[in-house]
Nanobody
């Protein structure tokens, strides 16, 4: 069983930056493709970015391409998401999970609020 804890969210003005972290415990996540997901109020949860086990292959949703960067540190069992040039539409709760997601691995998420 894996426990995932997200952190690093906050309130930021449009154009600002944040760095989100996902710390895993219970077992190694190095064998998994990992993803960052987000859920905005009234919307379904969506995949924002994913990264393969080696970090060599990444995917980004069109809405964040060129602004967000996903990375991982398998030695520390962590996954990160650098958010740059934030926009109000990036406001959401951000979660990490395997990709595709594992139902029992969802954490509490970390809130990102971007003001205009």
């Amino acid at each position: 069983q894996v426990q995932l804890v997200e952190s690093g969210g906050g309130v930021v003005q449009a154009g600002g930056s944040l760095r989100l972290s996902c710390a895993a415990s219970g077992r190694t996540i190095s064998v998994y493709i990992m993803g960052w997901f987000r859920q905005a109020p009234g919307k379904e949860r969506e995949l924002v970015a994913s990264i393969d086990w080696s970090g060599a292959s990444t995917y980004y949703a069109d809405s964040v391409k060129g602004r967000f960067t996903i990375s991982r540190d398998n030695a520390k069992n962590t996954v990160h998401l650098q958010l740059n040039n934030l926009k109000p539409e990036d406001t959401a709760v951000y979660y990490c999970n395997t990709h595709p997601p594992t139902k029992n691995y969802w954490g509490q998420g970390t809130q990102v609020l971007v003001s205009s």
